[in-house]
């Protein structure tokens, strides 16, 4: 039964992909008109500032990460006009985007819920890694973070889809297959349709092929396919009995494959402090 249930729900989502049906969620307002303030030349930072002020939640979460470690502020921030000021547009914008990641799905099973929270728990962990790994790319630390934090985004429509069919709730792991084979696919649906930059979207299509080597200098890919797998270590996962030396993002980066980047000096607390800034 798993099996039949499994490839039936499978064609059952891709056929729905491919004709428009499967329901993706759309970014929240809030997302939008921050994206398009800070696109617009005339805008300035109090206009930013108003417009995040507008959710309760996304500016309290947005000060808070103003006053965390990953900014090294001396000037304990209590607005969200001083948040913006800090930030900077950038890292205001993937900073929203991330916070937003964590509001767009809302659980209504246990099983559901679980999920949602190993999902979010895992993804924060590699968004964490992500950012200590960014200067190995020299890459934006803020925009390796926001790519750490979606590339499994595609796995929120699949929990969301699980749902509404009680057969496959009780049966956990044929959902988790689902996700494994289907989440890369999703997740370049997701934000494609949520318009982000082409090189996020590659992560959440590319991040799963370990064996990519594109040649050129490392990017954003190659930062998450690292991340991810380190994220794995000494855990119960495919990914973790994974020989790091086999592995081209590793050598793209210049990673030294006997030490993970969470027991560089240095690079532990940071990691942690990173991943409990975007959990608050």
């Known amino acids: 039964m798993p099996a039949?249930?499994?490839?039936?729900?499978?064609?059952?989502?891709?056929?729905?992909?491919?004709?428009?049906?499967?329901?993706?969620?759309?970014?929240?307002?809030?997302?939008?008109?921050?994206?398009?303030?800070?696109?617009?030349?005339?805008?300035?930072?109090?206009?930013?500032?108003?417009?995040?002020?507008?959710?309760?939640?996304?500016?309290?979460?947005?000060?808070?990460?103003?006053?965390?470690?990953?900014?090294?502020?001396?000037?304990?921030?209590?607005?969200?006009?001083?948040?913006?000021?800090?930030?900077?547009?950038?890292?205001?914008?993937?900073?929203?985007?991330?916070?937003?990641?964590?509001?767009?799905?809302?659980?209504?099973?246990?099983?559901?819920?679980?999920?949602?929270?190993?999902?979010?728990?895992?993804?924060?962990?590699?968004?964490?890694?992500?950012?200590?790994?960014?200067?190995?790319?020299?890459?934006?630390?803020?925009?390796?973070?926001?790519?750490?934090?979606?590339?499994?985004?595609?796995a929120l429509p699949i929990i969301k889809y699980a749902e509404d069919i009680p057969q496959l709730l009780e049966h956990e792991a044929v959902l988790n297959e689902i996700i494994n084979e289907l989440h890369t696919i999703i997740g370049t649906a997701l934000l494609s349709k949520w318009e982000f930059p082409q090189d996020i979207i590659n992560v959440a299509a590319k991040h799963e092929d370990l064996a990519r080597d594109p040649g050129g200098a490392a990017d954003l890919v190659d930062v998450v396919i690292a991340a991810n797998v380190q994220s794995y270590f000494g855990k119960d996962h495919r990914h973790a009995s994974t020989d790091w030396s086999s592995i081209p993002a590793f050598t793209r980066l210049g990673l030294n494959t006997e030490v993970s980047v969470i027991d560089m000096e240095g690079s532990g607390e940071s990691i942690r402090e990173v991943a409990d800034a975007l959990r608050a």
Do not use: Y
């Open 4 to 154: 039949d249930l499994k490839n039936r729900l499978l064609a059952e989502l891709i056929d729905d992909l491919e004709n428009d049906k499967l329901v993706l969620p759309s970014l929240p307002e809030v997302a939008l008109k921050v994206r398009d303030t800070l696109d617009d030349e005339n805008a300035n930072a109090r206009d930013v500032a108003k417009v995040i002020g507008t959710d309760a939640a996304l500016s309290a979460r947005l000060i808070a990460v103003a006053n965390s470690p990953l900014l090294r502020g001396t000037k304990h921030i209590d607005s969200v006009d001083m948040a913006v000021a800090r930030m900077g547009n950038t890292i205001v914008k993937n900073t929203v985007n991330s916070l937003i990641v964590q509001q767009i799905f809302q659980p209504t099973t246990e099983i559901t819920d679980r999920l949602f929270h190993t999902f979010w728990g895992h993804s924060t962990e590699v968004a964490a890694i992500s950012h200590a790994l960014a200067g190995f790319a020299r890459l934006k630390p803020d925009q390796a973070m926001l790519a750490g934090l979606v590339h499994d985004i595609g």
